[in-house]
């Protein structure tokens, strides 16, 4: 089969389109016949080796497709199945090893991108605005990269929950799409300064909540667009990680909260998976979530594909299919 192999960290050049062997399941695992693989910035942090992974490696977190064998000891799956996973590595490839219990099951309403798109983007939006931040009807929200794919997917949930949404773009094409999504205000982060735009949005209250996955680029002034009590939720690091914070600065500005949560946190107990992917997918089949899945790259595009994503190109979903 053909994959997308890692052998050394660097740019997208290190992405090698390869013939490689079809894996062989565990008896509590099975085989998926991948249709569509999410790409997802986690991917590109771990080919150039800020997030370390062990090498080589065949890339990509996320996928959905047709289950085609199936372990020894797996039960309720069957050959046919069609199926999406996510924290599994492995996704750019044609065929996929998964651990039965990291797979949910796809409505027939869903198809196959929405699928993958649904699981680390979808999931990602449902825990940041459930649990990481609950956000209450009222609550001023600021979401950084706000046409991105997780962006444009916690606009929408933040919206059904009632709250006022200040999102953040590059872009007037990406303010469109963010305005479509449901956000009350965007600010174009590269022309203006966002904090004191902000502020004057909120009467000078500042926000509840902060979304910040652009990282070192905004996170100072993000912690200084919250109103006391406020929480600072970095989940992501797209302009580089923040590595250097004093916590006692927390104090004066209003007795914040920060906190740095992962996806595969959210997701580790099966209770967790099924709610999240189970509420991610309705919402799709009733049309509650617009999921925009736009870029569509074959399996030997991958290196164009990281082009794309890292070079602020892309909006919404961006999609392999092998
Ligand atoms: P996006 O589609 O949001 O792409 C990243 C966006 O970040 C760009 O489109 C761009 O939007 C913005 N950006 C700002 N500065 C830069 C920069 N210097 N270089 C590149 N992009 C920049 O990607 P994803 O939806 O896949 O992921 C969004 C973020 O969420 C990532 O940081 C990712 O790591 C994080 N994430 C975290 C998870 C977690 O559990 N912690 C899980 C999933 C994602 P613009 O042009 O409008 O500025």
């Given at each position: 089969m053909k994959a997308i192999r890692v052998h050394e960290n660097g740019?997208?050049?290190?992405l090698s389109f390869e013939e490689v062997e079809i894996p062989f399941i565990g008896e509590e695992e099975v085989l998926v016949k991948v249709e569509s693989a999410g790409i997802n910035f986690i991917d590109t942090y771990q080919r150039s080796g800020l997030y370390q992974i062990p090498l080589p490696s065949t890339l990509g977190l996320e996928a959905s497709g047709t289950i085609v064998d199936v372990g020894?000891?797996?039960?309720?799956l069957r050959v046919g199945d069609r199926v999406a996973y996510t924290?599994?590595?492995?996704?750019?490839?044609?065929y996929a090893a998964v651990p039965a219990d990291k797979l949910v099951s796809i409505p027939e309403s869903v198809s196959f991108d929405q699928g993958a798109a649904a699981m680390l983007q979808g999931c990602t939006a449902h825990y940041l605005s459930m649990s990481t931040y609950k956000v209450q009807a009222g609550d001023r929200c600021l979401i950084h990269a706000a046409a991105g794919g997780v962006g444009l997917l916690l606009i929408q949930m933040v919206k059904m929950l009632g709250g006022f949404v200040i999102g953040t773009v590059s872009t007037e094409a990406k303010a469109e799409l963010a305005r479509n999504a449901g956000a009350d205000e965007v600010i174009l982060y590269n022309d203006r300064d966002f904090q004191s735009e902000v502020l004057k949005i909120t009467d000078g209250a500042g926000v509840n909540v902060a979304y910040d996955?652009?990282?070192?680029?905004?996170f100072a002034k993000s912690i200084d667009?919250?109103?006391?009590?406020g929480h600072m939720v970095l989940?992501?690091?797209?302009?580089?990680?923040?590595?250097e914070f004093n916590p006692a600065t927390l104090g004066p500005k209003g007795s914040l909260f920060l906190t740095r949560p992962t996806l595969f946190d959210y997701l580790a107990s099966r209770e967790d998976l099924d709610w999240r992917s189970g509420d991610v997918f309705r919402w799709i089949s009733e049309n509650k979530l617009n999921l925009r899945v736009e870029h569509f790259y074959s399996l030997s595009e991958a290196q164009s594909a990281h082009q794309a994503l890292e070079s602020r190109q892309t909006t919404g979903k961006v999609i392999l299919r092998p």
């Open positions: 740019g997208p050049e290190v020894t000891n797996v039960t309720g924290n599994v590595a492995g996704a750019y490839a044609e996955s652009v990282g070192e680029a905004t667009c919250l109103c006391r009590f989940y992501g690091n797209a302009s580089g990680p923040v590595t």
